[in-house]
């Protein structure tokens, strides 16, 4: 698009920006449907091009955005930024790590206690999943489960994940073994199956001292 320079561009920007934003506005009020109430969520993403770059590259671009935007709640609208595009060109590089470094074992678990505050006393235990990286040392889910979606390994992890917790709890009977989730995981249709199935390969006794969050 003809912006009439970096002005120009951050005019259209701002317009578009207040006319998504408007949209959004506009989808907050339920929408009754045979009498159904719908509620409707939008999530915008902006990138406003000087017509000098390919349009495959602002139309990703305008996508990160958009996936910044549902990241972030839904129902807003981000402007695309520099350092997403970053962001996009680091994932890329972990996706073929990542498959190698669960083939090889480098994932592991932390755990940290969840103390009830009443009592002082611990009720269970938070297993955080951590990526030992070769080069860049122990990553924390953020730095590469962005990569682990697009690739379509979140699930294997998940499982490993699930896996593992259940076959440790079986020595610590009596506290709760909480499991953190991505919302992919959380919304595969599977999802009851697969955590019934790490429960019954640990042979778990007591399957209700397992909880998984997102």
Do not use: Y
Not at 164 to 182: P, T, Y
């Amino acid at each position: 698009l003809a912006t009439g320079g970096p002005l120009g561009l951050k005019t259209l920007t701002n317009q578009v920006h207040r006319s998504l934003s408007k949209l959004i506005d506009s989808l907050k009020s339920p929408i009754v449907l045979e009498q159904h109430k719908l509620l409707l969520s939008l999530s915008g993403g902006v990138r406003i091009s000087q017509g000098q770059e390919e349009v495959q590259c602002v139309v990703q671009h305008a996508e990160l955005a958009r996936d910044s935007a549902r990241s972030k709640g839904h129902n807003r609208v981000v402007v695309f930024q520099p350092e997403m595009d970053k962001a996009l060109k680091q994932r890329a590089q972990q996706i073929p790590l990542l498959h190698q470094a669960l083939a090889r074992g480098q994932f592991s678990l932390r755990f940290q206690p969840v103390v009830e505050l009443k009592t002082g006393f611990i009720k269970g235990v938070e297993s955080l999943l951590r990526w030992n990286h070769p080069l860049e040392g122990t990553l924390e889910p953020e730095f590469f489960l962005e990569s682990a979606v697009e690739c379509g390994l979140i699930n294997d992890l998940g499982e490993w994940v699930m896996t593992s917790v259940c076959e440790l709890s079986k020595d610590f009977r009596g506290l709760f073994w909480f499991i953190n989730l991505s919302r992919t995981e959380l919304m595969q249709a599977d999802l009851t199956r697969r955590l019934t199935g790490a429960i019954q390969a640990a042979k778990l006794n007591w399957p209700e001292f397992i909880v998984v969050e997102g």
